[in-house]
């Protein structure tokens, strides 16, 4: 069964970065592309940023293009999300998620992913 713990979260002032970790365990991670999205209060989730399986893909929201980086470490199970120049409109719940897939290529629609962490907050103030 696959698993999916986030950590990095936190709160910051606008204009600081912080780099989230989403640590993949339960099958091989290599299988797997990833995403991370978000939730604010009283909104739907949101995607951010997506890698493929191998790392040579990447796709990112409109929102966040130019501020964010997503990459992944497949030796260490392991996918990150650099945020810099963060917004207070940046706040909200952080999930990373998982989707088996033979295809190396991006996803940016959270009904793909199957799997998915509890979340991480992120809050910027302003």
């Known amino acids: 069964q696959v698993q999916l713990v986030e950590s990095g979260g936190g709160l910051v002032q606008a204009g600081d970065s912080l780099k989230l970790s989403c640590a993949f365990s339960?099958?091989?991670?290599?299988?797997?592309?990833m995403g991370w999205f978000r939730q604010a209060p009283g909104k739907g989730r949101e995607f951010v940023a997506a890698?493929?399986?191998?790392?040579?893909?990447?796709v990112y929201a409109d929102s966040v293009q130019g501020r964010f980086t997503i990459s992944r470490d497949n030796a260490k199970n392991s996918v990150y999300l650099k945020m810099n120049a963060l917004k207070p409109e940046d706040t909200a719940l952080y999930y990373c998620?998982?989707?088996?897939?033979?295809?190396?290529?991006?996803?940016?629609?959270?009904?793909?992913?199957?799997?998915w962490g509890q979340g991480t907050q992120v809050t910027v103030s302003s």
């Open positions: 998620a998982a989707d088996y897939t033979a295809y190396d290529y991006t996803h940016t629609s959270p009904d793909v992913y199957g799997y």
């Open positions: 339960g099958r091989p991670f290599g299988h797997y592309r």
């Open positions: 890698v493929s399986k191998s790392g040579g893909a990447t």
